[in-house]
């Protein structure tokens, strides 16, 4: 069965940091990107970054380069997202999404989601 | 960016009724349209992918089609646990992947 718990979310000032961190299991965790997808209150899910599975390969959503960093452990199973320099309006629940082989990018599975507030 | 125009905002009909929802895009994103479902407090729920498609586990009661800028999610007689928030997604051009603003399934 394939499990996604993500960590990490808090409160934080703006112009603060954040680490959030989701584990995985349930299946070959080298094969698949990995994403986070965010949701603000009352607004439709946005896609944030992903990471592809074997050469680590990076993408963003403009307005989050050069403040949020994607990584992962394939050793460990998980996928982080350092974020930097926080504003009011990166506030929202954080899900770690897996997607498909190389960049295929449906996201098959979600985590229960992690809640960022930037106040 | 290709941006994706759901229709109608917000869908009220009656468990056994059938349900169309309207995703277009902006652009045309060829077959590589997806649809989720999300229900409070819930993670979404992968249905469709590549239009047509339905996910592992995913009823046959839920459909897609489409292709180019116009797509359908059609649920063909809807369930009390079918109401609930759909999105739709496009991985045709990206980064950015992008979602629809959501059509609300809603109890009449």
């Known amino acids: 069965e394939v499990q996604l718990l993500e960590s990490g979310g808090d409160l934080v000032q703006p112009g603060g940091s954040l680490r959030l961190s989701c584990a995985a299991s349930g299946f070959t965790f080298s094969d698949y990107v990995m994403n986070w997808v965010r949701q603000a209150p009352g607004k439709g899910p946005e896609w944030v970054s992903g990471?592809?599975?074997?050469?680590?390969?990076?993408f963003y959503i403009d307005s989050v380069k050069g403040r949020f960093t994607i990584s992962r452990d394939n050793s460990k199973n998980t996928v982080s997202l350092q974020m930097n320099s926080l504003r009011a309006e990166d506030t929202a629940v954080y899900y770690c999404a897996k997607g498909g082989r190389g960049t295929a990018m449906v996201f098959d599975y979600w985590g229960q989601g992690t809640l960022v507030t930037v106040s | 960016e290709i941006v994706l125009t759901q229709s109608p905002a917000t869908l009220s009909l009656s468990p056994g009724d059938r349900a169309t929802l309207s995703c277009r895009a902006s652009?045309?994103?060829?077959?590589?349209l997806a649809w989720y479902q999300k229900k409070p407090g819930q993670a979404p729920r992968l249905l469709i992918y590549d239009a047509s498609n339905r996910a592992t586990g995913i009823p046959a009661r839920f459909s897609g089609s489409g292709s180019g800028t116009d797509f359908t999610l059609t649920i063909s007689s809807l369930e009390p646990g079918d109401f609930a928030v759909y999105y739709c997604q496009q991985r045709y051009i990206w980064p950015p992947l992008t979602f629809g603003q959501g059509t609300r399934l809603e109890i009449k």
């Open positions: 990471i592809t599975g074997s050469d680590f390969r990076t």
């Open positions: 652009q045309s994103v060829s077959s590589y």
